[in-house]
């Protein structure tokens, strides 16, 4: 019976852990149109509440007018939030012009 719960708790933190994984794109102006590819993070501070440091998307593209920007929040992102204790939150963010 004891083993049958720790199961059932255990795929339940797993379950749990493995839903924040989220992806946000939009594009700008036609969207990408050569392929290059830039990627930095976001950090965050309490589940995102406190930003450190924030990626600018318009510098990131290096002044180009068309481009597309990918905000996600990958499994090494959660990974670390989970470490932390959702402390630090970092996501992705990836511009492809």
């Known amino acids: 019976m004891k083993k049958r719960v720790l ?5 339940l933190a ?3 852990l493995m839903t924040s994984c989220y992806t946000l794109t939009f594009s700008v102006g036609r969207g990408a149109t050569r392929g290059d590819v830039v990627t930095e993070k976001n ?3 309490i589940g995102g509440l406190v930003p450190l ?3 600018d998307p318009a510098r ?7 481009y597309t920007v990918t905000i996600q929040h990958t499994f090494i992102d959660g990974f670390l939030a989970a470490l932390t204790g959702g402390i630090y939150t970092p996501n992705t963010v990836t511009v492809e012009r």
């Open 7 to 11: 199961q059932l708790v255990l795929l």
């Open 14 to 16: 797993i379950s749990i």
């Open 43 to 45: 950090h965050y501070l």
């Open 53 to 55: 440091r924030t990626c």
């Open 60 to 66: 990131m593209a290096g002044g180009a007018a068309n």
